[in-house]
């Protein structure tokens, strides 16, 4: 299970009215899923559960370009560098707020990236980023 995942859509689902218990239960399944297995291997009932919590998520959006307004040049943001290198190389490809999580180092923004259907080749170069960070230890873990 992806705890990133998990408590991203739970967050999400929350944030927007859904009830707890609703939303713990299609956070688990999302933080589940399993993109090499037809319907990312939910049973009937995961996909009853993910089709309940839809109409919480309807004003949720992944492609809000606020995630920056607060900032007046990058080098105000918390990680100046990958923030630098996600803006550069994904900017205008993939959403703001996708390319700030990235930045800060959160995995959960693949996943979405794929379920928006943005290209592949987009998201191995975010991946060979947030790896070539990572090998060097850029967010201290």
């Known amino acids: 299970m992806s705890d990133n995942i998990f408590f991203a ?3 999400a689902l929350t944030n927007n009215g859904c009830a707890s218990e ?3 239960s299609a956070a688990s399944i999302v933080a589940n899923d399993d993109p090499s297995k037809p319907d990312l291997g939910r049973t009937t ?3 009853q559960i993910i089709q309940e919590t ?3 998520l309807q004003n949720q959006t992944w492609d809000s370009t606020g995630a920056y307004d607060s900032y007046q040049t990058i080098d105000d943001t918390p990680h100046p560098l990958a923030h630098g290198q996600f803006l550069a190389n994904l900017g205008g490809l993939v959403p703001d ?3 700030f999580a990235l930045a800060e180092g959160e ?3 693949f996943q979405i990236m794929q379920e928006l259907g943005i290209g592949e080749d987009v998201i191995e170069r975010a991946e060979s980023i947030q790896s070539r960070l990572g090998e060097i230890n850029y ?3």
Do not use: K, R, T, V
């Open 9 to 11: 859509a739970l967050n």
């Open 22 to 24: 609703l939303a713990h």
């Open 45 to 47: 009932e995961d996909q």
């Open 54 to 56: 839809l109409p919480y």
């Open 97 to 99: 707020n996708l390319i």
């Open 107 to 109: 995995d959960y923004p």
């Open 139 to 141: 967010w201290g873990e």
